[in-house]
Every structure is written in C-alpha cells, then in structure tokens.
C-alpha cells in the first residue's frame, strides 16, 4: 500500500494571486485565511491576493505563504486524504505542524507572524546566501569552515544543490573558493537576510520566548524537523527544535531520504510553485510527485492519490 508525505515549501515560491481560487471556491479555505488574519493582525488576503509590495518581505511573506499552504491542506483534508508522515522546508515545517496536529493553526499563525518579524529584525542589512551547484557537500562544508568570517550551509536542497549564508563578505570569499574547488555556479540570492546562519541566533531566542506560551499537542501524524532531519517523537522537543530550526542547516534532502528508508512512495506538495517537487526529481526519481497550488490541481491530486 502506498505511503503518503506532505510536504510543505519555505519562502521563495510566493506570488500575488496564490490561494486566491481556494479561497473564493471552498469554505474552509476562506475561513483558514480569515483565521490568519485574526491571529497576524494582518489582512492576510489583501496580502495574499492583491498587487502589494510586502508579499516579497520576509515578515509577511511568512504568514502569507503559510496561510495559503495551511488552506490548501484544509481542502485535501476535506477530500479525505491524510498523509502518513509530513515535513516541511524552513518556513513549511510549520505547515508539517498543522498538518502533524502539534500546535492548533491558530498558534501556528500566530508563531509564524512573530517568525517573520524576529528574522526580519534580526539582520536588516549585512548578510547574504548564495546557491552552490554541483559540488559535493563534504567540500562545501569544508571551505565554509576555512573561510573567515561567519559563513555555514543554510539549506542542503537535493544533490548538487546546496545554499551557503551568513556575512556578505565571508559569502563572497567562500563562494570564489567554491568556484575555483570545482562547483558548476554560484548565484547571490536576492533575500532580505542570511536566513538559517549563526547571524539569526537572536532572531530564534525570541522565538523561543514565544514559544514558551504555546500549547504543544501529541503528535497525530509524524512529522521530520529540519535540525534533525529525523521524526519528532517527543512532543517536548518541539519547542527546542523550533528556535534552534532559524539559526541551524536546513536538512532537506536529508529529511526526503528518511522518508523514502521509511517506505514513503508519494510525495505531495502543498503551497505555492513546485520547488520541492524540483528537489525530489533530483533526490529521487522512482517516487511519484503531487503538486498542489492551484484549484484545479485539488482534483488531479485527489484521482492521482487514490488510485
């Protein structure tokens, strides 16, 4: 029988329009996004749906993204299929907690619009992340070690594809070795800060200072951390995991590994573009890949998952 995971993209795929079709078609997307608003202070679907400038900047990008992933969950939920382990990458792994039953998505809301904040405070200027392509990881980690200033990999995506962060300096001079040690490209990122390094520590304390006030539920549906690319089997390690999870690696390829040695063979992505679904055809081909991020690809998916 097949094994199902969803899987939750972080930011980068966010564009103005998405959820918008859900939201006007299915109840429960409309009140999931009116339920964002109320825990952001935000109007969540002005932000999601009309031209605006904020979309692209990390504090509202988070609960923007997050709003519509959790709204497109609520749908397929409501077509009657569960996944049997879920996780998410960076911001999606708060998409993998409502789906997991770990926080109500109220708190979830409310935790993710405090996440964009802090991390958005945290280094307004001064950082920068760089993609590395076509190097083995072993070497990246390496460099980054030897290069001086603060520089670590923020995301391990799939094979060939690694994301290095940190100061803007430190970035540049690992990203020449980089080159000249063999790697096919290295391309600046356009972000608003060096997300997932040592520079957002501040950022993650805070977050856990939140954290401290937010009921954590017993695990309904297993879900993989990105610190640890492992399943949460403890409930009180949520919060930990959580706050070290801003300043820590991004274990992505890592996480799609242990589900595939768990036996998981259908992966959906939930949210807007088909980033991880990119990753996956990297990672491994063999396994069958759902996207979800437009209305009409509800029902496709639905056919697709119970055949």
């Not at 935000?42 to 519509?68: G, H, R, S």
Request: with cysteine.
């Amino acid at each position: 029988m097949s094994k199902i995971a969803f899987m939750f993209p972080g930011q980068g795929s966010q564009y103005v329009g998405m959820g918008k079709d859900f939201y006007e078609a299915v109840p429960v997307c409309k009140e999931t996004f009116d339920l964002a608003s109320k825990a952001s202070g935000l109007d969540v679907p002005a932000l999601c749906f009309e031209e605006n400038d904020k979309i692209n900047i990390t504090e509202y990008t988070q609960i923007a993204m997050l709003a519509t992933e959790v709204a497109i969950l609520k749908a397929l939920e409501e077509k009657g299929i569960k996944p049997d382990v879920t996780g998410g990458l960076s911001l999606g792994e708060y998409g993998a907690l409502a789906a997991s039953g770990v926080m109500s998505t109220e708190d979830v809301f409310r935790v993710v619009r405090k996440r964009g904040i802090f991390m958005q405070e945290a280094v307004p200027t001064g950082g920068a992340m760089t993609a590395v392509l076509g190097l083995d990881a072993a070497v990246i980690e390496q460099i980054c070690e030897e290069t001086e200033g603060i520089v670590s990999i923020a995301n391990y995506n799939c094979p060939g594809q690694i994301v290095i962060t940190g100061e803007e300096a430190a970035v540049a001079a690992a990203a020449e070795k980089l080159s000249a040690a063999g790697a096919k490209r290295c391309v600046p990122l356009k972000v608003s800060g060096p997300f997932h390094s040592k520079m957002l520590t501040g950022a993650g304390e805070k977050l856990g200072e939140v954290l401290e006030d937010v009921e954590i539920h017993d695990i309904q549906i297993p879900y993989i951390a990105n610190v640890t690319a492992d399943y949460v089997t403890d409930k009180t390690e949520v919060k930990e995991l959580l706050t070290k999870q801003v300043s820590s690696s991004v274990r992505w390829q890592q996480s799609v590994e242990r589900m595939l040695a768990d036996g998981v063979d259908t992966f959906v992505e939930i949210g807007p573009g088909k980033t991880l679904s990119g990753f996956m055809r990297k990672i491994n081909r063999d396994v069958k890949v759902v996207n979800i991020d437009k209305l009409e690809d509800l029902d496709k998916a639905v056919e697709a998952l119970q055949a």
